[in-house]
């Protein structure tokens, strides 16, 4: 079983980049497919995207191409969420989750959740 723990989030201002964090503890961290989601006040929840166990495979929903990229460094157990450009539309509780092995890069399945980690961006 692997536990998740989300950091870096914060006030930043429109425009700014942001880096937030997903650190995994328990075994195996390199066989998960781990996934980013947010969600904005009083909305329903999305799906950012998601990284193979290799991290050779990135998928990232249509609205989120080009301003976010997710990475993971299995040496240090952690997945990345580098956000650039923002704006006030990206202020949310951006949450990880981890599903164990290969799988499809959908929004759906993953056994593992963090706690999240708020981002608000001031205009």
């Known amino acids: 079983q692997v536990q998740l723990v989300e950091s870096g989030g914060g006030l930043v201002q429109a425009g700014d980049s942001l880096r937030i964090s997903c650190a995994a503890s328990?075994?195996?961290?390199?066989?998960?497919?781990m996934a980013w989601f947010r969600q904005p006040p009083g909305k329903e929840r999305e799906f950012v995207g998601a990284?193979?166990?290799?991290?050779?495979?990135?998928y990232y929903t249509d609205s989120m191409k080009g301003r976010f990229t997710i990475s993971r460094d299995n040496a240090q157990n952690t997945v990345y969420l580098r956000m650039n450009s923002l704006k006030p539309e990206d202020t949310a509780v951006y949450y990880c989750?981890?599903?164990?092995?290969?799988?499809?890069?959908?929004?759906?399945?993953?056994?593992?959740w963090g706690q999240g980690t708020q981002v608000t961006v001031s205009s």
């Open positions: 328990g075994p195996a961290f390199s066989m998960y497919t």
């Open positions: 989750a981890a599903d164990l092995g290969s799988r499809p890069m959908t929004a759906t399945g993953y056994r593992y």
């Open positions: 990284i193979a166990p290799s991290g050779e495979n990135v």
